[in-house]
């Protein structure tokens, strides 16, 4: 079962702030965030380990909370190159294979 | 260095026939995987390599899908018989495949367009 992100799509004006959730009705080993331009792969942005961690560079962090099995990527001052589909995937408990499952994705636009 | 490599960037292919995607992972990287995105959706896992082993395929819709890393480092992605539901993008990735950290880093895709 793939994870939920909300929102769905957002739009901001350069130098405001973004938070984007991703929640999993699994037990998750990590979280990973990607950014994906149109037409373009996925860009790897960071990943968070079981244990409950916060990561960051920049102006874009993150943070994971184990025992919700919920994620959250937290983009201040955004810029227009933060415009893109952002995607969590998770890396599920004894899943063994490293695979792993993708959300929908959500739209972020960034306008001046 | 250079990144995931895939080729070609766009097959057209009619339904029925037999195509082959192409993969080059990261130099030195031992895990590779391959993933299918369609419109409008995250990627979706189909296969994982370890080396030269496909360690986990439960991501392959069915048997008309194959694929294979015969030295461990080049990956070809088999569909035969393809079917206009097969269109999509088809994605791969390579991690260094060691550690906790399982950073992975994806190619450009394979559109693939079945008529």
């Known amino acids: 079962q793939q994870p939920v992100q909300s929102p769905q799509a957002v739009i901001l004006r350069e130098g405001e702030d973004a938070v984007i959730n991703c929640s999993s009705s699994k037990a998750l080993y990590s979280v990973h965030w990607y950014r994906q331009k149109h037409g373009e792969a996925p860009v790897f942005l960071m990943i968070?380990?079981?244990?409950?961690e916060q990561k960051g560079h920049d102006k874009i962090s993150a943070s994971f909370n184990e025992k919700k099995q919920q994620s959250s990527l937290y983009l201040t001052a955004s810029q227009l190159s933060y415009s893109g589909t952002y995607f969590c995937g998770t890396e599920d408990v004894g899943a063994g294979s490293y695979q792993l499952t993708f959300g929908k994705g959500t739209k972020l636009s960034v306008i001046p | 260095g250079a990144g995931v490599s895939q080729t070609p960037s766009n097959k057209v292919t009619e339904k029925g026939k037999y195509v082959e995607l192409r993969c080059d992972p990261i130099?030195?990287?031992?895990?590779l995987y391959w993933y299918r995105q369609s419109l409008g959706q995250g990627p979706e896992f189909l296969i994982y390599f370890q080396g030269t082993g496909a360690a986990d395929d439960s991501g392959l819709p069915n048997d008309r899908f194959f694929a294979v890393r015969p030295e461990g480092s080049v990956s070809t992605l088999k569909i035969q018989r393809t079917e206009r539901g097969d269109s999509a993008v088809y994605l791969c990735?390579?991690?260094?495949?060691?550690?906790?950290?399982?950073?992975?880093?994806f190619g450009p895709g394979t559109r693939l367009t079945v008529l």
């Open positions: 990735a390579s991690s260094s495949g060691t550690g906790e950290d399982n950073e992975q880093f």
């Open positions: 968070l380990l079981k244990g409950g």
């Open positions: 130099s030195g990287h031992t895990a």
